[in-house]
């Protein structure tokens, strides 16, 4: 497979498409972008929850493709989480950039659940989480995918930084 031949939009699902299912972050392998990213953030937050101000992206070049970062917004008693920023990868694997838009404008209400509910858990825990997505596809393509969710603030803001990436290897080279 080359990069060529292999594009997400014709070959697989969007990421928005499948539910979240939790997962423990020993079963990602480890060099998994959630795992280079969780490194990072332990060394950020200094043994507490981090600051998207300590946050330099030019430290984790590796990770900024596969990341999607979201923004908490209370209507009241109401979560909405507003994609702000989104890394290229992330973009390929959720069919177009979803800058701009919130998460329930992109996902079905099950799949919508499913990540709301797991970053409710993130941002209440302060600390990550993860889960695995599995993706249909057309074709014999190992596509499923695992995602670590890390909790940040920015100042009363609660943010949530998104790492999906494929387990299949080869796959994450081409994307």
């Known amino acids: 497979m080359n990069s060529e031949s292999f594009k997400w939009s014709e070959k697989c699902d969007?990421?928005?498409?499948?539910?979240?299912?939790?997962?423990?972050?020993?079963?990602?392998?480890?060099n998994h972008p959630a795992l280079v990213f969780l490194k990072y953030w332990e060394k950020?937050?200094?043994g507490g929850l981090p600051d998207?101000?300590?946050?330099?992206?030019m430290d984790v070049p590796s990770v900024l493709k596969w990341f999607m970062l979201f923004r908490r917004?209370?209507?009241?008693?109401?979560?909405n989480y507003h994609l702000f920023l989104q890394g290229s990868s992330a973009a390929e694997m959720t069919h177009g950039l979803l800058q701009g838009q919130y998460l329930h404008e992109f996902t079905s209400s099950y799949c919508y659940e499913t990540r709301r509910d797991l970053m409710r858990a993130v941002l209440e825990a302060e600390k990550p989480l993860y889960g695995r997505i599995e993706i249909s596809t057309q074709g014999e393509y190992e596509v499923d995918v695992t995602v670590g969710m890390f909790p940040l603030s920015e100042?009363?803001?609660?943010?949530?930084?998104?790492?999906p990436a494929p387990i299949s290897l080869e796959l994450r080279s081409l994307i």
């Open 14 to 30: 969007s990421l928005c498409d499948a539910p979240v299912n939790p997962l423990d972050a020993s079963d990602l392998d480890r």
């Open 44 to 46: 950020i937050g200094d």
């Open 52 to 57: 998207r101000a300590d946050f330099a992206p």
């Open 73 to 79: 917004e209370m209507d009241g008693d109401v979560d």
């Open 155 to 163: 100042g009363d803001q609660k943010l949530v930084f998104v790492v």
